[in-house]
Nanobody, 123 residues
């Protein structure tokens, strides 16, 4: 089992940046792919970005491509999501999630979740 803790959210103005962190504990972290998802008020949870176990492959939702960057440091059991050029539409609770082997675009395929971190972007 893997325990995840999200952090790094906050309130910023449009155009600003934040760096989200996902700290993991438990079983061998580098056996797991990590996905980031977000859920805006009154809306369904959506895929944001994912990274494979080694960090060698990443995937992004079209809405964040070129603005967000996912990375991981297996020596620190951590995954990061750098959010640049933030827009009000990025306002949501952001969650990291872990699954063994390869990443997946569907949240239901991730068995382990962090508690979420709030990102609020004002215009």
């Amino acid at each position: 089992q893997v325990q995840l803790e999200d952090s790094g959210g906050g309130s910023v103005q449009a155009g600003g940046s934040l760096r989200l962190s996902c700290a993991a504990s438990g079983r061998t972290f580098n056996n797991y792919a990590i996905g980031w998802f977000r859920q805006a008020p009154g809306k369904e949870r959506k895929f944001v970005a994912a990274i494979n176990w080694s960090g060698g492959r990443t995937y992004y939702a079209d809405s964040v491509k070129g603005r967000f960057t996912i990375s991981r440091d297996n020596s620190k059991n951590a995954v990061y999501l750098q959010l640049n050029s933030l827009e009000p539409e990025d306002t949501a609770i952001y969650y990291c999630a872990a699954r063994p082997d390869e990443y997946d675009l569907y949240g239901n395929n991730y068995p382990y979740w962090g508690q979420g971190t709030q990102v609020a972007v004002s215009s």
